[in-house]
């Protein structure tokens, strides 16, 4: 040890930083500037959700309507959110009648138009707008909107749980039957 410090001594220049050399060495030799680093995981999880749509009442029956008018529901159809998840709604003509056609125009023979909007109370038929809320061809998608042309998003149990919808029916400018017609619309919800 003695030769050592000797060494360090010579190396420093005199016994004035000979102490601090040792100290330093021995620091190093023992380990204590060693670094210590840290690191970060991520968990991540997909929850499992149910999105469960129902509606009450699931009919309406305009009954007797004549051609080249517009008529909109009486009385509402509630569509209510019944899942473990928020959910954005999404409307679709699932099936036309046997005789009729959706269309975005009813000024061809047995071509309709139909629309649908939530709302808290019945709106007039002039409240309805092409864009928001006509459905158009069978198997067109396009979002669920209410009278001010906002998508309503179903809670799960929170501040809106269900949504009111009302419906406007563009009759036929002619028809070739006076046979009933059944429309089957579909409302899908999306997980948010």
Known sequence: MKNKQRSIRRRFGGSRWWPLAITLVGMCSAGSWAYTPSTDATITVTPIVDVSLSISPTTYAFGTLAVNTSS????????????????SLDKR??????????DTSSTTPNHYVLYVATAT?????????????????????????GLNGVSPIVTAGGALPSVDLWFRLDMPTAVTTSAAQTITVRFTGTGQ
């Open 72 to 87: 909109v529901t009486a009385t509402r159809l509630t569509l209510s959110n019944n899942g473990t998840v928020d959910a």
């Open 93 to 102: 003509i699932q099936s036309d009648p046997a005789d009729w056609v959706a």
């Open 121 to 145: 109370t019945r709106p007039a038929v002039t409240d309805f707008t092409a864009a928001d809320h006509r459905f158009g061809a069978v198997a067109n998608v396009s979002a669920l909107k």
